[in-house]
T-cell receptor, first 115, second 115 residues
């Protein structure tokens, strides 16, 4: 069964460094998403992406964040200058429309640790 | 604005006994509601969803949930718990059915299965 994949599984970076988190959505899906979960807190929506542009974004998704689909398979989240509070699990998801609406499928996550 | 409240942070049951994970939601529209499960070191897996069809929704692994509009609830149940059900469970709401808009997650309920 097709799955959303994410790399790396764990990323450690120093404050102020740029990081790129990578995702390969399921191939026939049209919407792509990033979420994050700070330890002990809720999973929070960051951004959705459709037809090569951002569809929706939350207040969390500020100028430090950007997303890109550089080729036909990858979907990336870039954090330009990481802060300690960016430490979290980052989940990528993609969705497909069924008869009764959309279903979002999630990857296993990338744990980002900013030191 | 939409929100989800999962009433229990931890639920512990014995193997073979029923499971009840409680969820209340708030939504301005006719919501789509989902339950996701997260096993340790795994991604978020869709268990079931409600999208204005039948109010009793059956999902994978014997789980089901009932949408009760009058109570704004979407509780998850299973008649007989299995050790493999031990995981984190998230109740999720979407006003748009999960397309462009991100999903809104509850804080999660940690299900513990006692042998």
């Amino acid at each position: 069964e097709p799955e959303v994949t994410q790399t790396p599984s764990h990323q450690v970076t120093q404050m102020g460094q740029e990081v790129i988190l990578r995702c390969v959505p399921i191939s026939n899906h049209l919407y792509f998403y990033w979420y994050r979960q700070i330890l002990g807190q809720k999973v929070e929506f960051l951004v959705s992406f459709y037809n090569n542009e951002i569809s929706e974004k939350s207040e969390i998704f500020d100028d430090q964040f950007s997303v890109e689909r550089p080729d036909g398979s990858n979907f990336t989240l870039k954090i330009r200058s990481t802060k300690l509070e960016d430490s979290a699990m980052y989940f990528c998801a993609s969705s497909v429309r069924r008869a009764q609406g959309y279903e979002q499928y999630f990857g296993p996550g990338t744990r980002l640790t900013v030191t | 604005a939409q929100s989800v409240t999962q009433l229990d942070s931890h639920v512990s049951v014995s193997e073979g006994t029923p499971v009840l994970l409680r969820c209340n939601y708030s939504s301005s529209y006719s919501p789509s509601l989902f339950w996701y499960v997260q096993h340790p070191n795994k991604g978020l897996q869709l268990l079931l969803k409600y999208t204005s069809a039948a109010t009793l929704v059956k999902g994978i692994n014997g789980f089901e949930a009932e949408f009760k509009k009058s109570e704004t609830s979407f509780h998850l149940t299973k008649p007989s718990a299995h050790m493999s059900d031990a995981a984190e469970y998230f109740c999720v709401v979407s006003d748009s059915g999960g397309g462009a808009d991100g999903l809104t997650f509850g804080k999660g309920t940690h299900l513990i299965i006692q042998p």
